[in-house]
């Protein structure tokens, strides 16, 4: 009997040495580990099905954000509309005292892609936030060109005896000697190429060899003998009048200035013909205003009366058929 006690208190001994209470702590492990797992999807439920201090906590910021972003874009449209008061009194009041040609409405279109705002895509409120960008990027942009008109317009102000003489305000030739006037803008068929082509200038038909005067004071900035010339300008005069001003003369017989020469209103520089692309004696006249062709006719009403401007345009012919610019 007492071997058989022996035998058995010797397993057990074997057992324990064995580890077998290892496999005990490994299930309080489990049981812990599965309590911890469940805890936490109680929790994740409880978020989203309770509305904990947290959640309120967020959503109060957000309401906050909102607001504040219908603030900037109210104070976006007061300086906005401002601007716009501005620009308009530079457009139709300033640079009308000035003679100054007013910019195009579409140098006030958006000036960033859409790309710009890619990396707001996606938010909760990205539209609200896009929006916003955008009436400040244009409101930036515009009050950045208006600041560049209102120095200009400044140092016009400082030059305005220089610069009553410099724009080109009167007529390139004696307008006892025009035959026919053609209009500025765009051609519905070119007499040469037939094609429709924009007509940057106005073209003053008359007699070869009628003298061409410069319409201001200026610098001759370029001159191009040409007399063989079939297409293009053929002999042309380029007059550097200053403060955003040129004036073109083409299509010339003969030129009586060269580069650099200083010219003054009214001074013979050159006399009518028919080079380059041209099929008739005529003078081809621009007006060039900040890189960019503007209409002559808004120039020569300058030294016109109503009447004399009222039988011009009854005269003005659209389709021009003499020359290739």
């Known amino acids: 009997m007492e071997s058989g006690k022996n035998s058995t208190a010797a397993n057990i001994a074997r057992q324990e040495q064995n580890g077998l209470p290892l496999i005990g702590r490994y299930g309080l492990l489990r049981k812990l580990l599965l309590g911890f797992i469940i805890i936490s999807i109680i929790n994740v439920v409880f978020s989203y099905l309770v509305y904990t201090p947290k959640m309120y906590g967020i959503e109060l910021d957000n309401r906050e954000m909102v607001i504040k972003y219908n603030i900037l874009q109210d104070r976006i449209r007061t300086q906005q509309s401002r601007l716009d008061d501005i620009k308009h009194r530079d457009r139709y009041v300033y640079r009308a005292l000035f003679s100054v040609e007013a910019d195009t409405e579409s140098e006030l279109e958006a000036p960033y892609a859409d790309d710009k705002y890619a990396a707001l895509q996606g938010d909760r409120y990205a539209a609200l936030m896009t929006s916003t960008w955008k009436q400040i990027d244009r409101l930036a942009y515009g009050t950045y060109l208006e600041s560049q008109s209102l120095d200009l317009l400044q140092i016009l102000a400082k030059n305005e005896e220089r610069m009553s003489l410099a724009i080109p305000a009167v007529w390139p030739i004696d307008r006892s000697a025009l ?38 004071d200026a610098v001759v900035e370029k001159v191009e003998n040409h007399p063989r010339a079939r297409r293009g300008y053929g002999s042309q005069i380029v007059l550097n009048h200053e403060f955003g001003y040129k004036t073109r003369y083409a299509h010339l017989s003969r030129i009586l200035v060269r580069p650099g020469e200083k010219v003054i209103r009214g001074q013979l520089i050159g006399r009518v013909g028919s080079t380059g692309g041209s099929t008739g004696p005529h003078l081809h006249y621009e007006v060039i205003y900040m890189s960019r062709n503007v209409n002559p006719i808004n120039y020569f009403n300058k030294n016109m009366s109503s009447e004399e401007y009222r039988t011009l345009m009854e005269n003005v012919k659209y389709n021009a058929d003499l020359e290739s610019e």
């Open 179 to 216: 035959k026919a006037f053609y209009a500025f803008g765009l051609r519905k068929s070119h007499p040469i190429y037939h094609t429709r082509k924009m007509h940057r200038g106005v073209d003053l038909s008359c007699k070869t060899g009628t003298p061409v005067y410069a319409t201001g």
